[in-house]
């Protein structure tokens, strides 16, 4: 009987080892994946780039204004808020991502939307022409996404 359960332990030590092993690599994966040092945040309205701000360049809050394009002006962004022009969004950038808080749009679907911090889903406000997306740097192996 010696010699058949030393058999048994083997084999399950081993599995044990591997199982370990996998789990640990696992881990690392997961962690790795949502290191997040290489996120920017990329604003647009009218087509135009606004601004490219890094996510996680400090840790406080920041919020924007974007004035989207009319007749007798080019978009812009300002830093802070801005709510006396006609047309309006207001952006808050922090550590846990980016979000429309106020905009003057009829609808505020924009605003519902919440916070995003990956590049899978992008802000739109269609009224004002604001698109609001987060770059990662890494590369996206994925065909379609549904939602």
């Known amino acids: 009987m010696s010699v058949l359960s030393g058999k048994i332990k083997k084999?399950?030590?081993?599995m044990t080892a591997v199982l370990v092993l996998i789990a640990v690599s696992c881990l690392v994966c997961i962690?790795?994946?949502?290191?997040d040092s290489g996120k920017r945040v990329n604003i647009s309205s009218s087509g135009t780039l606004l601004a490219t701000i890094?996510?996680?360049?400090?840790?406080?809050e920041r919020v924007y204004t974007?004035?989207?394009?009319?007749?007798?002006?080019?978009?812009?962004i300002v830093e802070g808020v801005l709510t006396t022009e006609e047309h309006y969004?207001?952006?808050?950038?922090?550590?846990?991502?980016v979000c429309v808080t106020?905009?003057?749009?009829?609808?505020?679907?924009c605003i519902h939307q919440g916070i995003i911090s990956s590049p899978d889903i992008p802000i739109a406000c269609l009224p004002n022409r604001l698109i609001i997306s987060i770059e990662s740097g890494?590369?996206?192996?994925t065909d379609a996404w549904t939602y």
């Open 11 to 14: 084999p399950s030590t081993i």
């Open 54 to 60: 890094n996510l996680n360049s400090s840790t406080e």
């Open 89 to 97: 969004n207001v952006i808050r950038i922090s550590r846990e991502g």
């Open 31 to 35: 962690f790795r994946k949502q290191n």
């Open 102 to 109: 106020d905009s003057d749009c009829p609808n505020g679907l």
């Open 66 to 76: 974007v004035i989207p394009a009319t007749a007798d002006h080019e978009a812009y």
């Open 138 to 141: 890494e590369e996206i192996n």
